[in-house]
T-cell receptor
Framework: SQTIHQWPATLVQPVGSPLSLECTVE??????LYWYRQAAGRGLQLLFY??????ISSEVPQNLSASRPQDRQFILSSKKLLLSDSGFYLC??????????FGSGTRLTVV | QKEVEQDPGPLSVPEGAIVSLNCTYS??????FMWYRQYSRKGPELLMY????GNKEDGRFTAQVDKSSKYISLFIRDSQPSDSATYLC???????????FGTGTRLLVSP
């Protein structure tokens, strides 16, 4: 069966520090991968999506970047965090029909 | 106007009540409709998946799609305290396209 792993679960980082969140999927090949941010009262905001290795599409201009170095690995990064980067980050995968499967999320607090 | 509108709630009901959760949308090309349940500090999980108009039932949950009115609903029968969560609707034009999410409705079921 397919599983999605996302870590860490919580993270507290100072302003200006770098960020690296990792997501891996098991049990499937060539999935579509997504990074979302969820802020209170604002729903899910799509940040990046990828349909294959090295193929990244950015939905909103921001202080973040994404990479897909392997078929089932998706990484969200920042060189210098801002206070406004705080939020709940979710990784998800899909493969055609059937909706998305989300990871358990990372709660990031920038202080 | 947002593509998908969803009342944020909270919606408070007593245990055993029938719950109705709704979303409206503006894009008439949407054909795939989903409902996700999200517990606090967790990733969303797929509850119901429907294609085009009509009803779909799964246990205590029924999803309805009315494309002529651009309106979808999720009904929960015999609601339980464990149903307390945020419910997000999501939709797409094709099964392979990025999902558009509502902002979620928070449901509270009291014992």
């Amino acid at each position: 069966s397919q599983t999605i792993h996302q870590w860490p679960a919580t993270l507290v980082q100072p302003v200006g520090s770098p960020l690296s969140l990792e997501c891996t999927v098991e049990g499937t090949s060539n999935p579509n991968l997504y990074w979302y941010r969820q802020a209170a009262g604002r729903g899910l905001q799509l940040l990046f999506y990828s349909v294959g290795i090295g193929q990244i599409s950015s939905e909103v201009p921001q202080n973040l970047s994404a990479s897909r170095p392997q078929d089932r690995q998706f990484i969200l990064s920042s060189k210098k965090l801002l206070l406004s980067d705080s939020g709940f980050y979710l990784c998800a995968w899909s493969k055609g029909h059937g909706g998305y499967t989300f990871g358990s999320g990372t709660r990031l607090t920038v202080v | 106007q947002k593509e998908v509108e969803q009342d944020p709630g909270p919606l408070s009901v007593p245990e055993g009540a029938i719950v109705s959760l709704n979303c409206t949308y503006s894009n008439s090309a949407f054909q795939y409709f989903m409902w996700y349940r999200q517990y606090s500090r967790k990733g969303p999980e797929l509850l119901m998946y429907t294609y085009s108009s009509g009803n779909k039932e799964d246990g205590r949950f029924t999803a309805q799609v009315d494309k002529s009115s651009k309106y979808i609903s999720l009904f929960i029968r015999d609601s339980q305290p464990s149903d307390s969560a945020t419910y997000l609707c999501a939709m797409s034009e094709t099964g392979f396209q990025k999902l558009v999410f509502g902002t979620g409705t928070r449901l509270l079921v009291s014992p």
